[in-house]
């Protein structure tokens, strides 16, 4: 008889999350080849913006971690985050600063942030799991749909998130996480069990407000042609 895993319970919690993130306008527009120009833009640029947050998150997740092997993980991840995913925003984009972080980017990368200051590291792991998990199981879906890459108008980065390596960094913080909860008291796989939902719900907030071109309702926007 196979048990499951804390992981496993959080897949489970977050089912409703994950059906609404795949429904969603941006994410079939992405996947089929139909999203405007425009919205893959912003998204990007929002990206862009939210990586570097991202990334020290998990620097964070770095400095608190408890074995030299996730040390050298969440290390890694954030210099990936910052070098590696970032050069694919940058060849769409021509001047990220030229773009005002939205109010959901801000708010996704404030509540990590916060996680990564106030919190411990188990409750960080899980904060930080669905960039990881669900980016990746939505660009499964992605890949599927899209066909060939190289004919797709979007296949660089459904490539990205869909490859074997992203998957294996994503089993690899999924471990981290089941380790984490294993040895957690109860109180703290709580919070682990918050974090995951939170982030995650975020994630579905993050894809809808590059669907509707969200912008700050009392600030001009900081979008200049160059930038499109």
Request: aromatic content about 12%.
């Amino acid at each position: 008889m196979t048990t499951e895993s804390f992981c496993d319970e959080l897949w489970t919690a977050t089912a409703e999350i994950r059906a609404a993130i795949d429904k969603l306008p941006f994410v079939t527009g992405l996947g089929d080849g139909t999203l405007d120009r425009e919205k893959f833009v912003y998204y990007l640029a929002q990206d862009a913006h939210y990586l570097r947050d991202y990334a020290r998150a998990l620097a964070s997740a770095a400095a608190k971690a408890d074995r030299p092997q996730d040390i050298a993980f969440f290390a890694k991840s954030a210099h990936d985050a910052v070098v590696v995913e970032s050069s694919l925003h940058e060849s769409n984009v021509v001047d990220v600063d030229a773009w005002t972080p939205s109010p959901t980017c801000t708010g996704y990368t404030s509540y990590l942030l916060s996680v990564a200051h106030t919190q411990g590291y188990a409750e960080l792991a899980a904060a930080v799991l669905p960039c990881f998990w669900i980016y990746a199981e939505v660009g499964k879906g992605l890949l599927e749909q899209a066909g060939d890459l190289a004919a797709h108008p979007y296949g660089d980065w459904i490539g990205t998130y869909a490859d074997e390596e992203f998957e294996a960094a994503t089993e690899h913080a999924r471990q981290i996480v089941n380790r984490l909860a294993e040895q957690a008291d109860p109180a703290t796989r709580a919070r682990m069990r918050t974090a995951y939902t939170t982030a995650s719900t975020w994630e579905w907030m993050f894809w809808d407000a590059a669907w509707r071109l969200e912008a700050w309702p009392f600030a001009a926007a900081s979008v200049t042609e160059d930038a499109k």
